[in-house]
């Protein structure tokens, strides 16, 4: 039997919760952004209910009576809150004229809130956004978009309003994260909360203190002024005569190898460190190990832009998506054993990738775009990946050699 029972009804309000509507008229008063205000819930609201048929009533007369029983006891009627029935009177030739329920109508928001237990919960959040918007007006549409978010973080609620005060009253401050000075908030506090710190600060920040060129918690940091942990960068210089005083293999910061310049024509990339290491000598040639997805940090290279630039990296979706990244940075880089006809021949190498990438890349050649679609795709089998390391390292030597 699929009749709407009082939890059914119960669960329709709480869907109006999870999503943050019903949370949304705790906010401010009407008359905000359009979007939000055609978004509110509108009481007495009408919610679905599903019935018994015209022939169910005529035959299943027991448990249509059953049904009714348990939808008035646990309607406004019964227990004070809730729910009203609307009725309305069916007439069948094999038992006459019957009231039945037609719709379910939950009068007001109070007593949408009371049917989830949540009425103490939005009184909370209620005086949460009354204290917030008092300081930060700014905040509130953002509260009416985000209400769930706020009760995320509740019990840190006041020490993250300090933190927003405290970038406020010191924009572009060039400190690290722990010298912010705000009781009961140290650094793990600002680690644990850059998601919504920074949805916060984009908010109430000027323009001129956020680095809009920077996105993401790992940039965090450089984004909103502070002082950035210095990102280490190791490199290899695969030409003895281009040694730096008598060192071929180190590991720098990204500022000192961006004023560096090495001397060389080429620069390979590679992911895995081993392939980095067991690369052979190679005439004006260097190697910068693995990077992931912080691919973006080579844009502080300026001299890279004037070398011959290859990435040479797992062939699964992954590695197609750093290839695409890091082309924003460098968008003349060319990919190197990243081919359908090198994973074809390693195919006894093929192993699965765990958490494959699935999103549009806008910045690959044509070929890489359909090998890509395809692995994306699983049209050569679930989840296929070939990795670097799995690539005899002679075959990328003798194609490098080729062009020394």
Same mark, same amino acid.
């Given at each position: 039997?699929?009749?709407?029972?009082?939890?059914?009804?119960?669960?329709?309000?709480?869907?109006?919760?999870?999503?943050?509507?019903?949370?949304?008229?705790?906010?401010?008063?009407?008359?905000?952004?359009?979007?939000?205000?055609?978004?509110?819930?509108?009481?007495?609201?009408?919610?679905?209910?599903?019935?018994?048929?015209?022939?169910?009533?005529?035959?299943?007369?027991?448990?249509?009576?059953?049904?009714?029983?348990?939808?008035?006891?646990?309607?406004?009627?019964?227990?004070?809150?809730?729910?009203?029935?609307?009725?309305?009177?069916?007439?069948?030739?094999?038992?006459?004229?019957?009231?039945?329920?037609?719709?379910?109508?939950?009068?007001?928001?109070?007593?949408?809130?009371?049917? *989830? %237990?949540? #009425?103490?919960?939005?009184? +909370?959040?209620?005086?949460? /956004?009354?204290? $917030?918007?008092? @300081? &930060?007006?700014? !905040?509130?549409?953002?509260?009416?978009?985000?209400?769930?978010?706020?009760?995320?973080?509740?019990?840190?609620?006041?020490?993250?309003?300090?933190?927003?005060?405290?970038?406020?009253?010191?924009?572009?401050?060039?400190?690290?994260?722990?010298?912010?000075?705000?009781?009961?908030?140290?650094?793990?506090?600002?680690?644990?909360?850059?998601?919504?710190?920074?949805?916060?600060?984009?908010?109430?920040?000027?323009?001129?203190?956020?680095?809009?060129?920077? *996105? %993401?918690? #790992?940039?965090?940091?450089? +984004?909103?002024?502070?002082? /950035?942990?210095? $990102?280490?960068? @190791? &490199?290899?210089? !695969?030409?003895?005569?281009?040694?730096?005083?008598?060192?071929?293999?180190?590991?720098?910061?990204?500022?000192?190898?961006?004023?560096?310049?090495?001397?060389?024509?080429?620069?390979?990339?590679?992911?895995?460190?081993?392939?980095?290491?067991?690369?052979?000598?190679?005439?004006?040639?260097?190697?910068?190990?693995?990077?992931?997805?912080?691919?973006?940090?080579?844009?502080?290279?300026?001299?890279?832009?004037?070398?011959?630039?290859?990435?040479?990296?797992?062939?699964?979706?992954?590695?197609?998506?750093?290839?695409?990244?890091?082309?924003?940075?460098?968008?003349?880089?060319?990919?190197? !054993?990243?081919?359908?006809?090198?994973?074809?021949?390693?195919?006894?190498?093929?192993?699965?990738?765990?958490?494959?990438?699935?999103?549009?890349?806008?910045?690959?050649?044509?070929?890489?775009?359909?090998?890509?679609?395809?692995?994306?795709?699983?049209?050569?089998?679930?989840?296929?990946?070939?990795?670097?390391?799995?690539?005899?390292?002679?075959?990328?030597?003798?194609?490098?050699?080729?062009?020394?």
């Amino acid at each position: 039997m699929s009749w709407t029972t009082p939890a059914d009804v119960r669960a329709q309000v709480q869907k109006q919760w999870d999503n943050g509507r019903l949370l949304r008229d705790a906010v401010g008063a009407p008359g905000g952004s359009h979007e939000l205000e055609t978004d509110r819930l509108v009481f007495p609201l009408t919610l679905r209910l599903r019935g018994p048929t015209p022939r169910e009533l005529a035959t299943r007369h027991d448990e249509v009576r059953a049904w009714i029983r348990e939808l008035e006891a646990g309607s406004r009627v019964a227990v004070g809150y809730g729910y009203d029935i609307v009725w309305s009177e069916t007439s069948n030739r094999l038992i006459g004229r019957n009231r039945s329920p037609n719709s379910i109508i939950v009068p007001t928001r109070t007593d949408a809130l009371a049917l *989830i %237990g949540q #009425a103490e919960t939005t009184e +909370r959040f209620a005086a949460l /956004a009354q204290s $917030t918007i008092e @300081r &930060f007006p700014e !905040l509130e549409a953002w509260f009416q978009r985000r209400p769930l978010r706020v009760l995320e973080h509740e019990d840190a609620w006041e020490r993250t309003l300090a933190v927003l005060d405290w970038f406020r009253t010191n924009p572009r401050s060039g400190r690290y994260v722990r010298e912010i000075d705000v009781p009961g908030v140290d650094t793990k506090f600002i680690e644990a909360r850059k998601p919504l710190l920074a949805e916060l600060l984009d908010v109430v920040l000027p323009a001129d203190a956020i680095n809009v060129s920077r *996105i %993401g918690s #790992a940039d965090f940091e450089v +984004r909103y002024g502070l002082a /950035a942990k210095p $990102t280490l960068v @190791r &490199f290899r210089v !695969l030409d003895p005569d281009l040694a730096i005083h008598g060192l071929t293999d180190l590991t720098v910061r990204i500022d000192e190898l961006a004023r560096l310049d090495l001397a060389v024509e080429r620069v390979l990339i590679v992911e895995n460190e081993i392939t980095g290491l067991a690369l052979p000598a190679m005439a004006r040639t260097a190697v910068i190990f693995g990077l992931g997805y912080a691919v973006g940090l080579l844009r502080e290279l300026e001299w890279l832009r004037d070398r011959e630039a290859l990435y040479w990296g797992d062939i699964d979706t992954n590695g197609f998506a750093m290839l695409d990244r890091m082309r924003a940075s460098l968008p003349d880089v060319r990919s190197l !054993l990243m081919d359908r006809d090198t994973l074809v021949r390693h195919q006894a190498h093929w192993s699965t990738e765990l958490t494959p990438y699935v999103g549009a890349l806008d910045r690959l050649t044509p070929t890489e775009a359909s090998l890509y679609d395809d692995l994306r795709f699983d049209r050569l089998g679930r989840a296929i990946r070939l990795e670097q390391e799995r690539i005899p390292l002679r075959e990328a030597a003798a194609i490098l050699l080729c062009r020394s």
